[in-house]
């Protein structure tokens, strides 16, 4: 014999009502509201699995560029420099996570050419160490990174900021940094010549319009720093940098300030989580809306069901059993509708590279257009954990939907409901 055999009695009879009745157009008609309710949680979860890997991969792609520019890890001197930054670079890769380390300084300042200005963030670099925390020279379009050497004054700035300056290879800008100089005339900006030697396209316009690199030895004179203003690192996990800062922290020795990734873009961030959890909120009423589509069904059922109620009462069956029967009916619906909408979501999900590009050539168009967003292809991360919580909303969501029909037909009365039989 089969195992559904071996089920207690109201599992097979729940499990026979969810099926099409044979008897009546009635009992059809009820099986098809089932199905309507079964494809309604389907879409709902489907819907939800999808949207949440695309905003995932969004979030996963503005990461990565972002992270291609920015270091992991920043820790700075609260006095202003590190003299000691290499027994700092040291200390540091005693932590296992640490892969890479690098000397930096960091202003802020304006950059002029003719009659335009633009404000930009002026990082000094150590070119030979700069490729082990960040990605900037291979992002590098024209010219080289390795051109920013000590005494040149040359610079690479973003191809937006590069743009609006209206300058190319080998154009001169001048920067004004804050900092004021006493002069007889009075406290003027400290000002110096730079060379455009290097464009870069990191892909984020953030950095692409407002930042440029010049070489440390020059940024260092321009500050009047004796050393550099601290160390960036980059970790195996970016994940974890929250974690080994905390480490670095309480290891390394001297007044230091660290921060990571996430600190430095922590409004960011937050706009993205705060948005993931209103979508996922709005998505679920889609499947809220369905799984309580179960109470009409159940409720039909009942009604129709209230002769063989009754016959199973006059046999013995209690009002717990009653309620077990129809709970058990709209759970199965609410399981095989979360089932379905988890593998149609999944499929989704994990082939939204293939699915996006077909529909743009069917119907002609192109969703993210080159010319105004900073990627053309739809990018997808599915998480599993994702999947796990929205599947186990649904079938909650079904549940609770069967409890005020179940205990509805725990209520009724075997001498009323065969009156009229």
Same mark, same amino acid.
């Given at each position: 014999?089969?195992?559904?055999?071996?089920?207690?009695?109201?599992?097979?009879?729940?499990?026979?009502?969810?099926?099409?009745?044979?008897?009546?157009?009635?009992?059809?008609?009820?099986?098809?509201?089932?199905?309507?309710?079964?494809?309604?949680?389907?879409?709902?979860?489907?819907?939800?699995?999808?949207?949440?890997?695309?905003?995932?991969?969004?979030?996963?792609?503005?990461?990565?560029?972002?992270?291609?520019?920015?270091?992991?890890?920043?820790?700075?001197?609260?006095?202003?420099?590190?003299?000691?930054?290499?027994?700092?670079?040291?200390?540091?890769?005693?932590?296992?996570?640490?892969?890479?380390?690098?000397?930096?300084? %960091?202003?802020?300042?304006?950059?002029?050419?003719?009659?335009?200005?633009?404000?930009?963030?002026?990082?000094?670099?150590?070119?030979?160490?700069?490729?082990?925390?960040?990605?900037?020279?291979?992002?590098?379009?024209?010219?080289?990174?390795?051109?920013?050497?000590?005494?040149?004054?040359?610079?690479?700035?973003?191809?937006?900021?590069?743009?609006?300056?209206?300058?190319?290879?080998?154009?001169?800008?001048?920067?004004?940094?804050?900092?004021?100089?006493?002069?007889?005339?009075?406290?003027?900006?400290?000002?110096?010549?730079?060379?455009?030697?290097?464009?870069?396209?990191?892909?984020?316009? %953030?950095?692409?319009?407002?930042?440029?690199?010049? =070489?440390?030895?020059?940024?260092?004179?321009?500050?009047?720093?004796?050393?550099?203003?601290?160390?960036?690192?980059?970790?195996?996990?970016?994940?974890?940098?929250?974690?080994?800062?905390?480490?670095?922290?309480?290891?390394?020795?001297?007044?230091?300030?660290?921060?990571?990734?996430?600190?430095?873009?922590?409004?960011?961030?937050?706009?993205?989580?705060?948005?993931?959890?209103?979508?996922?909120?709005?998505?679920?009423?889609?499947?809220?809306?369905?799984?309580?589509?179960?109470?009409?069904?159940?409720?039909?059922?009942?009604?129709?069901?209230?002769?063989?109620?009754?016959?199973?009462?006059?046999?013995?069956?209690?009002?717990?059993?009653?309620?077990?029967?129809?709970?058990?009916?709209?759970?199965?619906?609410?399981?095989?509708?979360?089932?379905?909408?988890?593998?149609?979501?999944?499929?989704?999900?994990?082939?939204?590279?293939?699915?996006?590009?077909?529909?743009?050539?069917?119907?002609?168009?192109?969703?993210?257009?080159?010319?105004?967003?900073?990627?053309?292809?739809?990018?997808?991360?599915?998480?599993?954990? =994702?999947?796990?919580?929205?599947?186990?909303?649904?079938?909650?969501?079904?549940?609770?939907?069967?409890?005020?029909?179940?205990?509805?037909?725990?209520?009724?009365?075997?001498?009323?409901?065969?009156?009229? %039989?």
């Amino acid at each position: 014999m089969s195992i559904v055999h071996h089920l207690p009695y109201e599992w097979l009879v729940g499990l026979r009502y969810t099926r099409a009745g044979k008897r009546s157009s009635r009992n059809s008609f009820i099986s098809f509201i089932s199905l309507i309710s079964v494809s309604g949680i389907a879409l709902g979860v489907a819907a939800l699995i999808v949207v949440l890997s695309v905003m995932n991969g969004f979030q996963k792609e503005v990461t990565d560029r972002m992270l291609s520019v920015l270091a992991h890890i920043e820790i700075f001197d609260a006095r202003g420099a590190m003299p000691n930054w290499q027994q700092a670079e040291k200390e540091a890769f005693k932590n296992p996570a640490v892969r890479g380390a690098a000397p930096f300084v %960091e202003t802020q300042g304006l950059l002029v050419r003719d009659d335009t200005m633009k404000p930009a963030v002026i990082r000094g670099i150590l070119p030979s160490s700069e490729q082990a925390v960040s990605d900037v020279a291979r992002q590098v379009r024209q010219g080289s990174l390795d051109s920013l050497r000590p005494g040149a004054f040359n610079i690479v700035m973003g191809y937006a900021l590069a743009r609006s300056l209206g300058v190319g290879i080998g154009d001169k800008v001048n920067m004004l940094l804050a900092q004021g100089t006493m002069t007889p005339a009075g406290m003027v900006p400290r000002s110096r010549v730079f060379t455009v030697s290097g464009i870069f396209e990191a892909g984020h316009y %953030e950095f692409d319009s407002a930042m440029a690199f010049i =070489d440390i030895v020059d940024a260092q004179k321009m500050e009047r720093l004796a050393a550099p203003s601290g160390l960036r690192l980059r970790i195996a996990d970016m994940q974890q940098a929250p974690e080994v800062a905390r480490q670095l922290k309480a290891s390394m020795p001297g007044d230091l300030v660290v921060r990571d990734w996430s600190k430095l873009n922590a409004n960011w961030f937050a706009a993205v989580k705060t948005e993931k959890r209103m979508m996922f909120i709005i998505l679920t009423l889609i499947i809220a809306v369905a799984a309580f589509n179960l109470v009409s069904t159940l409720v039909m059922t009942v009604t129709d069901k209230q002769a063989d109620i009754a016959i199973l009462r006059t046999l013995g069956a209690s009002p717990r059993s009653i309620m077990k029967i129809f709970m058990v009916q709209g759970a199965l619906v609410g399981i095989m509708g979360t089932a379905l909408g988890v593998a149609f979501g999944v499929l989704v999900a994990l082939n939204i590279d293939v699915i996006v590009p077909f529909i743009e050539h069917l119907l002609g168009v192109q969703f993210l257009s080159r010319d105004i967003y900073l990627i053309s292809a739809i990018p997808s991360d599915m998480r599993w954990p =994702d999947v796990y919580k929205i599947g186990g909303v649904s079938v909650l969501l079904a549940f609770v939907a069967t409890i005020y029909p179940s205990f509805a037909a725990s209520r009724v009365k075997p001498a009323e409901a065969l009156r009229y %039989e």
